[in-house]
């Protein structure tokens, strides 16, 4: 059966500290990734996904950014933490064949505070 | 552009109540709609889902159908319990070969029930 770790599953970092966070799936081949931001209050955001590797897309502008080395690894990182990028980060992974209607599974998050 | 819309939380109700939980949705094409909960501290987890119109989705009590004519996808639960307290996202999954298989999500909402 397929899996997905994330960790570490809390971290808390001062400002302008780097960041890298890291997401592995098993079980799976050649899975679409994706790592989401859940901010107090708010809910879903989609930060980054990649269909394959080192292939990545962006949604929004930000302080972040996204590798995928090797197929089943996806990382977040950062060069300088901001007192914004606090929050709960999800990875996801969902099936790459047949892409429609396949659902994403979460990993258990890491929730991040900035000081 | 697409969007899903969630009643806003929290809700609040005792043991074997009956729960509704409204989702509207906006989208060009014919998308698939999903219920994704939170447990506290934790990832998401896949509900249920619907792909296509009039479907029905359930999953441990829970079930939702797909109104296309409504645009809607409301979850409902005969008999909530304690158990069940969570937060509860819908999604939508657009279907076409550019997607990437990306979900919307609503905001969440809040779901306490007390004993």
């Known amino acids: 059966s397929q899996t997905i770790h994330q960790w570490p599953a809390t971290l808390v970092q001062p400002v302008g500290s780097p960041l890298s966070l890291e997401c592995t799936v098993e079980g799976t081949s050649n899975p679409n990734l994706y790592w989401y931001r859940q901010a107090a209050g708010r809910g879903l955001q989609l930060l980054f996904y990649?269909?394959?590797?080192?292939?990545i897309s962006s949604e929004v502008p930000q302080n972040l950014s996204a590798s995928r080395p090797q197929d089943r690894q996806f990382i977040l990182s950062s060069k300088k933490l901001l007192l914004s990028d606090s929050g709960f980060y999800l990875c996801?992974?969902?099936?790459?064949?047949?892409?429609?209607?396949?659902?994403?599974?979460f990993g258990d998050g890491t929730r991040l505070s900035i000081l | 552009g697409n969007s899903v819309t969630q009643m806003e939380g929290p809700v609040t109700l005792s043991e074997e109540a009956f729960l509704t939980i409204n989702c509207t949705y906006t989208?060009?094409?014919?998308?698939?709609l999903f219920w994704y909960v939170q447990y506290p501290g934790e990832g998401l987890q896949l509900l249920l889902k619907?792909?296509?119109?009039?479907d029905k989705g359930s999953n441990k009590g829970f079930e939702a159908t797909y109104r296309k004519e409504t645009t809607s996808f409301h979850l409902e639960k005969g008999s909530v319990q304690v158990s069940d307290s969570a937060v509860y996202f819908c999604a939508l999954m657009e279907n076409y070969g550019g997607s990437q298989g990306n979900l919307i999500f609503g905001k969440g909402t809040k779901l306490s029930v007390k004993p």
């Open positions: 989208a060009t094409g014919y998308p698939s």
């Open positions: 990649s269909v394959g590797i080192g292939q």
């Open positions: 619907a792909t296509k119109a009039d």
């Open positions: 996801a992974w969902s099936s790459g064949v047949g892409i429609s209607n396949q659902p994403q599974h």
